[in-house]
C-alpha cells in the first residue's frame, strides 16, 4: 500500500476518469473565475456610473463646453467737449496662446504667410514669443482686413494655439500727441497678471493700460468681460454657441483737456525738444498738456518692437520721456514777476529804482547783468519787461531770500499737485534752510543772486511754471485739474494785493506789448493781449559754450510764462524748450498756440505753413522716420532683452533729474541771448497807458531781445 | 413540442443563447450608429451585414463533422502558422511592423485566426496524447512549443495584446486537460518574478508607457493618460439611464478616441448608462455560461476542451477590453466582441461561437435524440 502511494506521487496514476474530473472540477473554477470578473466589472462600473457620476459629469460637461472671455470694450477718454482722445475701433485680430501651439515654429511660419507679415513684423513676433509665459496670448497682428482674417479663421482647426478674434482695440484719433498725456495699452505682463489675478487680463486681446492716465484709470476704464459658452470638440473646433453674456464697458472719462489745443501745441512743438501746457487760469483745468517728441500710443499697443525701440533709443531728444511732469529745468526770469511780487510783498516801492550799469558789485566781486552794457534806470516794471538782472540782484540783497522762496512757493514752484498721473518731479525752491539742510553750508550772497535769476539750485518742471502763470494771472489758488466731472469748488485768493498783480500784469503785458523783451510775442489780434515772461536758462558755463548754438545738449534751455487776455486772463499758457537756445524759441510757440486758442483758422494757417518747413505733421514725420528706419536697419535692429526694456523705461520716466552740484559762484547770464534771431523792432512801441505807468521811456528800443 | 411548427435546423439552434446576441449586436449597431453621428454609414449597417455573414458561416461550422475538426486541426494550425511567418516576411521586406495580409477583396489578420487555432490544436494534441502521460513532461513540453510559435511571431509584429490572447486560450486549455495544477501555480509565480523584469527590458517603450500610465493616468491626462481618463468621464457621466441615444458628448465631440472599436463600451454606457452596462454584462453572462455548460455536456474530452477553450478565448477579449475602458487595465488594442466595429474580431468571435455550437450539435446528437 504504501508502495504503490509512492508510485503514484512519482507518476499521477491519469485515467480518463480521473481527467474528466479535473475537466469538470477545473471548468466550474473557469466558471467561477469569470462570474467573478464578471462581477468586479459590474462593481466597477456601478462605481463609476454611480458614486462617481457627479464628477464625471462635470468633467465631461467641461471637456465638451469651453468658456471664453470677451475683452470689455475699454472706456473712452474724451476731452471736456466730448471730442475722443482714446477710443475703441472695431478690429480683426489674431492671437496666438504658445502652451497651446503644437508646431510653434510651423504655425508661425503659417501664420506669417498667410498674414503676409514683413520680415520686421515676424522677427518682433519672434521676440514676443521668446519672452512670453505659454499660458498669456501673443498678439500676431490686428487690424486685419476681412479677406487675411478669413485666411487664418478657416484654417483655425489645423492650427491649434491660435485665436482669431473680432474685438475692439485702442485708437488714438491724435496718436502722438497725447502720447505722454493719455500712455497707451499692451497686453499684460507676467508681473502685472501676478499683482492682478483677473483673468480677463491672460484673455487674447485684452489690453491693460501700461502708462499715464490709461495706467492710472486701469480699475475704471477696464469694465466687466462679457463670456461665450460654446460646445468644442476636442481639437477645439466650435460646434455651436451655447450662450453670450455681452461685455459691460469700461467707464467713460472725461477730461479738461482740449483736444484741439492738445493736438496744436504738440504739433506746434515741430522738431523741438518741448513741453506746452496750457490752463484754464480761473478754473485750474488743464486744457493741453503735451511733451514732444512722443511716441505714437497707437503702435505701442502691439508691444514695442526692436525697430521703435531703437529709434526711441537714438534720440536724444528722449520720446519716452513726460517733460511737463517728469523734465526739471532751471527756470531762469520767468521767476522773475514772481520775486518782484514778493518784493511788493516785503514793502519795497515799485517805483523805486537802481542804476544798471551793466553788473553790480557787492564787496569785491561784480555780478553781471546779461546785458552787458546796461540798462540804465530800473525800477521794478522795467526789471520785469526788460529783464533786468541787476535790478533783481540789487533788491534782492535788501529783502532776503526766505519771502522769495516763500512767495514761489505760494505761487506753485517746488509742489506736488494732486493729478492722476504715473510721477510728478517736483524740483527745488532754494533757501537757506534747504541748503543748510542739503549741503550743510550757510547761504551765501551769490546763492540769492542766482535764485533771483532762477538759476542756481532752482528747478522747475513746466507744469509748475503753468500753475505760477495761473496763479500770478487770477490771483487765486489754483490747483491744476485733469478730471472733468470734479464739481467746482469756489478757488480761494492768493491773499496778494489786487493792486500788486496789477502792476505785475502790465509789466509782463509790456514783456510783449511794450518796450519788452520779447515783442515778437504780441497776438495778431487787436484787441487780445498776451502778458508774459521770457526766461533762458543756462545749462553750461559760458566757457564750454553761449548757449546759443554749438552741441545741442549744450544750448541753453528756452522758457515762456504767459497769460491772455492781459487786462482779463482766461488763458495760461507754459512753454519749456528744452535745449532750444533762449527764449526766442519758446515764446513763438506759447504766442501761437494763444493764437490758435482765441481763433482756430489763423493758428491752423500758422501752423500749417510751419508744418510744410518741417515735412509733415507730428505722426507724419515719426511714420516717415520708421520708414527709413525700416529701409537702413530691417530686420538687423538689435534685440532688447526685457532687462534692458525695463531699465530704458525707467531711466526716461525717473525724472531727469539735473545733477545739482554745490554752486560756488554767481552763474553769469548768458549776454545778448537773442540778438542774433530777434530783429529790433521797427519803431518803440507806444507805451501803454496803464495806471501806473510802468512803462518808463528809458527802454532802449534796439536792445528788445535779452531775456535773462 | 413546436417541432412540427418550426422546421428542425431551426429549432435546433441554441436560441437561448442567440436571442440575447442578437439584441447586443443590435445594441452594438445602435451605439455604432450613433457614433457616426447618426448614421448607418460607415459603421453600423457594414457590422450588422457582417454579423448576419458571419452568423451564417458559424451555422455551417456548427453543421460539421466531428472528424473533420479532428483531422483539420494540425493543417490548420500549420496554414495559419505560415500565414504569420508570411506577415513577417512581407513586413521585412516592405519595411515596419505589418499585421494584415492583403488577400485583395479583404485584409486578413492570420494573428487574429491563430486564436481558436491554438484552442483547436491543444484541443486535438490532448485527445491524441495517452492519458497516462498528461502529467508528464510529453503532455507538456509540445503544447509549450504549439504555444510559442505562434505567440513569438505575434510578439515581434509586434502585438502584446494578441500574443497574450493566443498564450491565454492556450494555457486555459491546457489547465482544462487536467495539467498537474502545481504547474500553474509555479509558471505563475515565475511569472510574477519574471514580469518586472521583462517589463523594463523587453516592452517597447510605447507598450512600457501604456502600463505605466494606466498606473497614474492623471499624470499626463492630455498625453497617453488621455484615453483612459477620457473613457472614466464617458461610463462614469453616463450615470444610471445614461445620457439618452445620439446624445453622447464624449463621443460626438472626439473626446473620446476610436468610440467605434476599442472604446464602444465607452460609448455605449455614455448614451445608455448603467442599465445599458449591465445588459452586455448581462448578455456576455449568458453566452460565456452557455459555452462553459456546452463544454461541460460534452462527451469526450476533445469537444469539451474545445468548447471551454473557445469560450475562454472570447472571455479573454470581452475581459481585457472591459477592463481597460474602465480603468482596470493598461490600454490594449483589444475590440469588444459582438459590439466593436472590425471585422476580423467579429470573424474570430464568431470562429469561437461555431465552434461552441458544433460542440452543443455534437451533444445533441449524442444525446437527445428525444
Redesign the interface.
Known amino acids: 500500500m504504501k508502495f504503490s502511494f509512492r508510485r503514484l506521487l512519482r507518476q499521477p496514476h491519469v485515467t480518463t476518469g480521473t481527467l474528466r474530473n479535473s475537466f469538470d472540477r477545473r471548468s466550474v473554477v473557469m466558471t467561477g473565475i469569470q462570474g467573478g470578473i464578471g462581477l468586479l466589472l459590474a462593481s466597477r462600473m456601478t462605481y463609476l456610473a454611480v458614486f462617481e457620476n457627479e464628477k464625471y459629469k462635470l468633467e465631461a460637461e467641461s471637456n465638451r463646453v469651453n468658456l471664453s472671455l470677451i475683452p470689455p470694450r475699454r472706456g473712452w477718454l474724451l476731452d471736456r467737449n466730448g471730442t475722443p482722445l482714446a477710443s475703441n475701433r472695431a478690429d480683426f485680430r489674431v492671437d496666438v496662446v504658445p502652451e497651446q501651439m503644437q508646431d510653434a515654429e510651423r504655425t508661425i511660419a503659417q501664420l506669417g504667410r498667410l498674414l503676409s507679415l514683413t520680415p520686421i513684423a515676424m522677427q518682433d513676433l519672434q521676440d514676443k514669443l521668446d519672452k512670453s509665459h505659454g499660458f498669456a496670448p501673443v498678439e500676431v497682428a490686428t487690424g486685419l482686413d476681412l479677406e487675411r482674417f478669413s485666411a487664418v479663421s478657416v484654417r483655425l482647426p489645423d492650427m491649434p494655439g491660435v485665436v482669431t478674434q473680432r474685438g475692439f482695440s485702442r485708437f488714438y484719433p491724435t496718436g502722438p500727441s497725447v502720447g505722454h498725456l493719455i500712455g497707451y495699452v499692451g497686453a499684460a505682463s507676467a508681473e502685472e497678471y501676478e499683482k492682478d489675478h483677473d483673468p480677463v487680463l491672460i484673455t487674447p486681446g485684452y489690453k491693460v493700460g501700461k502708462d499715464a492716465l490709461e495706467k492710472i484709470f486701469e480699475k475704471d476704464l477696464r469694465g466687466k468681460p462679457g463670456a461665450r459658452r460654446v460646445e468644442v470638440t476636442a481639437s477645439g473646433r466650435i460646434v455651436r454657441n451655447l450662450d453670450t453674456r455681452e461685455d459691460v464697458p469700461g467707464k467713460t472719462i472725461k477730461l479738461t483737456i482740449d483736444a484741439g489745443i492738445q493736438d496744436y501745441a504738440a504739433r506746434r512743438i515741430g522738431p523741438e525738444s518741448a513741453a506746452v501746457v496750457v490752463m484754464d487760469c480761473q478754473t485750474g483745468d488743464v486744457l493741453a498738456m503735451a511733451s514732444m517728441p512722443s511716441y505714437d500710443p497707437n503702435s505701442f499697443s502691439d508691444g514695442i518692437g526692436r525697430l521703435e525701440w531703437k529709434m526711441l533709443s537714438d534720440d536724444d531728444h528722449v520720446p519716452l520721456r513726460n517733460k511737463v511732469l517728469r523734465g526739471l529745468y532751471p527756470p531762469g526770469s520767468t521767476v522773475k514777476p514772481m520775486v518782484a511780487l514778493s518784493f511788493m510783498e516785503a514793502g519795497l516801492d515799485p517805483n523805486e529804482s537802481v542804476f544798471c550799469g551793466g553788473g553790480l558789485r557787492v564787496g569785491n566781486r561784480v555780478f553781471h547783468c546779461w546785458n552787458r552794457r546796461g540798462h540804465g534806470q530800473v525800477n521794478m516794471a522795467k526789471g520785469i519787461y526788460q529783464s533786468c538782472d541787476v535790478y533783481f540782484y540789487h533788491f534782492a540783497q535788501r529783502i532776503g531770500m526766505d519771502p522769495i522762496a516763500l512767495m514761489a512757493r505760494r505761487l506753485g514752484l517746488g509742489q506736488e499737485f494732486e493729478l492722476p498721473v504715473v510721477g510728478q518731479s517736483y524740483g527745488t525752491v532754494p533757501d537757506p534752510a534747504w541748503k543748510l539742510r542739503k549741503y550743510h553750508k550757510e547761504w551765501q550772497t551769490f546763492d540769492t543772486v542766482n535764485a533771483t535769476i532762477g538759476q542756481g539750485y532752482f528747478l522747475v518742471n513746466p507744469l509748475q511754471q503753468a500753475v505760477q502763470a495761473s496763479r500770478l494771472a487770477s490771483g487765486k489758488i489754483i490747483m491744476p485739474r485733469l478730471i472733468h466731472d470734479q464739481e467746482h469748488k469756489e478757488t480761494p485768493s492768493l491773499g496778494i494785493p489786487p493792486e500788486h498783480l496789477a502792476y505785475i500784469h502790465q509789466a509782463m503785458s509790456d514783456v510783449a506789448n511794450g518796450p519788452g523783451s520779447a515783442p515778437h510775442a504780441r497776438l495778431p489780434f487787436p484787441d487780445i493781449k498776451l502778458a508774459g515772461k521770457t526766461g533762458t536758462a543756462q545749462v553750461v558755463g559760458l566757457n564750454i559754450g553761449n548757449g546759443k548754438g554749438g552741441q545741442w545738449k549744450h544750448r541753453d534751455h528756452g522758457h515762456f510764462i504767459s497769460f491772455a487776455p492781459a487786462e482779463n486772463p482766461r488763458y495760461a499758457c507754459a512753454v519749456v524748450c528744452e535745449h532750444g537756445g533762449g527764449s526766442g524759441s519758446a515764446y513763438p510757440i506759447a504766442r501761437d498756440v494763444l493764437t490758435y486758442i482765441f481763433d482756430k483758422q489763423k493758428g491752423m494757417d500758422i501752423l500749417t505753413d510751419l508744418e510744410k518747413k518741417w515735412g509733415g505733421t507730428a505722426k507724419e514725420r515719426l511714420d516717415a522716420r520708421y520708414r527709413a528706419y525700416s529701409a537702413q536697419y530691417g530686420v538687423g535692429a538689435p534685440a532688447v532683452s526685457s532687462e534692458e526694456e525695463s531699465r530704458k523705461v525707467q531711466e526716461a520716466e525717473a525724472a531727469q533729474e539735473p545733477r545739482q552740484p554745490i554752486v560756488s559762484g554767481a552763474q553769469s547770464p548768458a549776454p545778448e541771448p537773442e540778438a542774433a534771431t530777434i530783429p529790433a523792432p521797427p519803431a518803440p512801441v507806444a507805451p501803454q497807458s496803464a495806471p501806473q505807468g510802468p512803462t518808463p521811456g528809458a527802454a532802449r528800443p534796439g536792445n528788445t531781445g535779452g531775456t535773462q | 413540442m413546436s417541432r412540427s411548427i418550426v422546421p428542425e435546423a431551426i429549432s435546433r439552434q441554441p436560441w437561448l443563447m442567440l436571442i440575447p446576441l442578437c439584441a447586443l449586436v443590435s445594441l452594438g449597431a445602435a451605439v455604432l450608429y450613433s457614433a457616426a453621428g447618426g448614421g448607418l454609414q460607415p459603421y453600423a449597417l457594414s457590422h450588422v451585414i457582417r454579423f448576419c455573414i458571419f452568423l451564417v458561416m458559424a451555422i455551417v461550422i456548427s453543421h460539421m463533422s466531428r472528424n473533420l475538426f479532428r483531422m483539420a486541426a494540425y493543417p490548420v494550425f500549420g496554414a495559419i502558422l505560415g500565414l504569420l511567418v508570411l506577415v513577417e516576411l512581407i513586413g521585412a521586406v516592405g519595411g515596419g511592423s505589418q499585421r494584415w495580409l492583403n488577400l485583395g477583396f479583404m485584409s486578413l489578420q492570420p494573428s487574429e485566426l491563430m486564436k481558436p487555432a491554438i484552442v483547436l490544436v491543444l484541443a486535438r494534441f490532448y485527445e491524441t496524447l495517452p ?6 513532461w510529453r503532455g507538456l513540453v509540445p503544447a509549450g512549443v504549439l504555444i510559442a510559435l505562434p505567440a513569438l511571431f505575434v510578439l515581434i509584429q509586434p502585438d502584446l495584446g494578441t500574443a497574450t490572447a493566443v498564450c491565454f486560450g492556450g494555457v ?1 486549455t491546457m ?4 495539467l ?1 495544477l502545481w504547474w500553474f501555480v509555479s509558471a505563475g509565480g515565475a511569472l510574477l518574478v519574471i514580469a518586472p523584469i521583462a517589463f523594463f527590458t523587453l516592452l517597447h517603450d510605447y507598450q512600457r508607457n501604456r502600463v505605466l500610465v494606466f498606473l497614474d493616468p492623471e499624470a499626463d491626462p492630455l498625453g497617453t493618460g488621455y484615453h483612459i481618463t ?1 473613457s ?9 439611464f445614461g445620457k439618452g441615444f445620439g446624445n453622447g ?2 463621443s460626438h ?3 473620446l478616441p476610436e468610440p467605434h472599436t476599442d472604446f464602444v463600451f465607452a460609448t455605449m ?2 448614451e445608455w ?2 442599465v445599458g ?2 445588459f452586455v ?1 448581462l448578455v ?2 449568458i453566452v ?2 452557455w459555452g ?1 455548460s456546452v ?2 455536456r460534452a462527451p469526450d ?1 476533445f469537444s ?2 474545445l468548447a ?1 477553450g473557445m469560450t ?1 478565448t472570447m ?1 479573454f477579449y470581452v ?1 481585457i477590453n ?2 481597460m475602458v ?1 480603468g ?1 487595465a493598461p490600454v490594449v488594442g483589444i475590440p469588444l466582441p459582438f459590439m466593436s466595429h472590425g471585422g476580423t474580431s467579429m470573424l474570430t468571435n464568431m470562429i469561437c461561437l461555431g465552434t461552441i455550437m458544433a460542440v452543443n450539435r455534437w451533444n445533441q446528437g449524442r444525446g437527445s435524440l428525444a
Do not use: D, N, W
Request: hydrophobic letters at 55%; charged letters at 10%.
Open positions: 492519458h497516462a502521460m498528461t502529467a508528464s486555459v489547465f482544462l486537460a487536467g498537474p477620457q472614466k468621464i464617458a461610463i462614469g457621466s453616463g450615470g444610471i458628448t464624449q465631440l472626439q473626446y454606457s455614455e448608462g448603467l452596462g449591465f454584462l456576455f453572462a460565456l455560461g462553459m463544454a461541460r474530452r469539451s476542451l471551454a475562454a472571455f475581459m472591459l477592463m474602465m482596470l
